[in-house]
């Protein structure tokens, strides 16, 4: 049983910055792990994920803006985000277990997180 416990969200101002962290509870050497978003009267949404070898994959909300990093020595998933938007507002939730493509596709994980709240307000 894999578990994942999200930190570092909180309430922050339009074109400020949060750090998310997940910690693992195994090993996250695999295929992808991921970080996703749920608004509320939205669907989960795929934002950025990340592979051992360090190879990464964001949406197009993402780009430019977010940047995905682990440290396996850790067993911790890291989300950078910066230039927040009030449309970031969201629950974020990281993800590990990888099903199969596509990698930021919610079907694609088995284990989730709790989450943890990001409130962007100008």
């Known amino acids: 049983q894999v578990q994942l416990v999200e930190s570092g969200g909180g309430s922050v101002q339009v074109g400020g910055s949060l750090r998310l962290s997940c910690a693992i509870s195994?090993?996250?050497?695999?295929?992808?792990i991921a970080w996703f978003r749920q608004a509320p009267r939205k669907e989960r949404e795929g934002i950025a994920c990340?592979?051992?070898?360090?190879?990464?994959g964001y949406s197009d909300s993402a780009k430019g803006r977010f940047t995905i990093s682990q440290d396996k020595s850790k067993n911790t998933l890291y989300l950078q985000m910066n230039s927040l938007k009030d449309e970031d507002s969201a629950m974020y939730y990281c993800?590990?277990?990888?099903?199969?493509?596509?990698?930021?596709?919610?079907?694609?994980?088995?284990?989730w997180g709790q989450g943890t709240q990001v409130t962007v307000s100008s």
């Open positions: 990340i592979k051992p070898r360090g190879n990464t």
């Open positions: 993800a590990a277990h990888f099903l199969g493509p596509p990698p930021l596709a919610a079907g694609s994980y088995k284990y």
């Open positions: 195994t090993s996250i050497y695999g295929t992808y």
